[in-house]
């Protein structure tokens, strides 16, 4: 079954680094091909997801975190993270970590949503 559990959130500077962890289940990784993506939420917002990336290391991001995050997996693990650099205010949010066998990166638009979330890590950016 799915589980997906995020660690690594916390209080930074502006300016500062987070990388943040997501232990995935085998049960993802036994897939022919997933996409596993990283997602943020405000309060009184939608999730929206920031980053992904698939069975191929193919990845996207979304404009506001080009540059400065990084996804990456560790297959053999089962871990994929997100190296948050250069953080700002703005970058405040809960994180999850998501799944989806549906979805194609290439594919991917503002506002997709995928299937599965874990129970999020907090981030919060002060200035």
């Keep these: 079954w799915v589980q997906l559990e995020e660690s690594g959130g916390g209080s930074v500077q502006a300016g500062g680094s987070l990388n943040l ?3 995935a289940s085998q049960f993802i990784y036994d897939r022919k ?3 596993l993506g990283w997602f943020r939420q ?3 917002t939608e999730r929206e997801w920031v980053a992904a990336i ?3 290391d193919n990845t996207i991001y979304t404009d506001s975190v080009k ?3 990084t996804i990456s997996q560790d297959n053999a693990k089962n871990n994929v993270y997100l190296q ?3 953080l700002k205010p703005e970058d405040t949010g ?7 066998p549906r979805v194609r990166i290439r594919t ?3 506002g997709r949503q995928f299937q599965d979330f874990g129970r999020g890590t907090q981030v919060t950016v002060v200035s």
């Excluded at 809960?94 to 989806?100: I, N, Q």
Aim: with cysteine.
């Design 42 to 44: 405000t309060p009184g």
């Design 21 to 23: 962890s997501c232990a």
């Design 54 to 56: 698939d069975t191929s």
């Design 84 to 86: 948050m650099n250069s």
């Design 67 to 69: 540059g400065r995050f």
């Design 33 to 35: 091909n997933y996409v």
């Design 108 to 110: 991917m638009v503002a």
């Design 94 to 100: 809960m994180y999850y970590c998501a799944s989806d």
